[in-house]
């Protein structure tokens, strides 16, 4: 991404005292099914072009969720989208059309993972930023990757009086960010979920690294240098920036690991010898 991407990303970027969330659940064998994309499109009715500005998921009669921190700027009923909430997050106003339910009227305070609706037969997603229409999927990769770099440092909510300087962390993977975030987009639930039930075991010489680096971190005593908060629970100030890029290169590293174990999938722009590298440096190095 170039330096002009990365500031306008940068300033995209949405804050929220409580943390985000999906706009729906996906259980582990379903995939993100998408009906009608953004931009031009042919209406599956009429075979009329038209410029769609928004996304359709498949998402039936599902939970819909508040993504941040919001409000409920908008609510009715109308011929194209039917009954319909729109939320406003930060500089973003998020449309939710085709309800079969909706819980929170006009002025309804929201919180991420808040239930604020449900589906009907599909869902649709129309995303506004400043004013202007935005592809709903490159907003829900803004909300993924706020979602996996927090739950990886164990934190819920943005610190916004967090640590200076967080957001400039630099992985060795950040020529690649936008294909791994979306891959994350797809497949970060499938990959927490085997974690958790023990489906799916990081080698233990990740293990050891986890270990080894906050084992480090105590020495130099990076944790509790400021009164701790939901934001910041360990209490890291700037100093522990070194931790945050060496936790964030393992945690990424493991991801891509089991992409590539679980589903074959590599980073696009490897080459062949990259990928088999790669493996190699993943490897569980344990002696029987």
Same mark, same amino acid.
């Given at each position: 991404?170039?330096? #002009? ?8 970027? @949405?804050?929220?005292? !409580?943390? &985000?969330?999906?706009?729906? #659940? ?6 993100? #099914? ?17 410029q769609h500005d928004g996304m359709d998921f498949v998402c039936k009669e599902k939970d819909l969720y508040a993504?941040?921190? +919001? @409000?409920?700027?908008?609510? +009715?009923? #109308?011929?194209?989208?039917? !009954? ?11 449309? &939710? ?7 929170? %009227? ?13 589906? +009907? ?13 935005? !592809? ?18 164990? /934190?819920?909510? *943005? ?25 994350? $987009? ?13 489906? &799916?075991? %990081? ?6 690294? $986890? ?16 009164? %701790?908060?939901?934001?910041?629970? *360990? ?5 522990? @920036? %070194? ?8 945690? /990424?590293?493991?991801? $891509?690991?089991?992409?590539? @174990? ?14 088999? !590298?790669? $493996? ?9």
């Open positions: 991404m170039d330096k #002009e991407n990365k500031n306008v990303f940068k300033d995209m970027m @949405l804050v929220s005292d !409580n943390g &985000y969330c999906m706009p729906f #659940e996906l259980k582990d064998d379903e995939g993100l #099914e998408v009906m009608l994309d953004y931009g031009k499109q042919t209406h599956p009715s009429t075979g009329v072009e038209f993504l941040a921190d +919001g @409000l409920i700027i908008g609510a +009715g009923s #109308e011929e194209v989208h039917g !009954n319909y909430i729109v939320a406003k997050y930060g500089k973003y106003e998020v449309t &939710y059309g085709h309800l079969s339910e909706a819980y929170t %009227p006009y002025g309804t305070t929201v919180t991420p993972g808040q239930v604020i609706a449900k589906s +009907g037969d599909f869902l649709h997603l129309g995303v506004h930023f400043n004013g202007r229409s935005i !592809n709903p999927m490159e907003f829900l990769t803004i909300i993924w990757q706020d979602i996996q770099q927090l739950a990886a440092m164990g /934190i819920k909510a *943005l610190p916004t009086d967090g640590i200076e300087g967080a957001e400039n962390v630099k992985t060795k993977y950040d020529k690649d960010q936008d294909e791994i975030m979306m891959m994350m $987009l797809r497949w970060l639930p499938s990959y927490l979920n085997e974690l958790q039930e023990g489906q &799916y075991q %990081p080698s233990h010489r990740i293990e050891t690294m $986890l270990r080894d680096t906050f084992a480090k971190a105590a020495e130099k005593e990076y944790f509790y240098e400021r009164m %701790p908060s939901i934001a910041n629970p *360990l209490g890291m100030t700037a100093r522990a @920036l %070194p931790l945050i890029e060496k936790i964030q290169n393992i945690i /990424i590293g493991d991801f $891509l690991n089991f992409m590539a @174990l679980r589903h074959g999938r590599y980073v696009s722009t490897w080459s062949d010898d990259e990928k088999k !590298n790669f $493996l190699v440096s993943q490897e569980d190095k344990r002696t029987a």
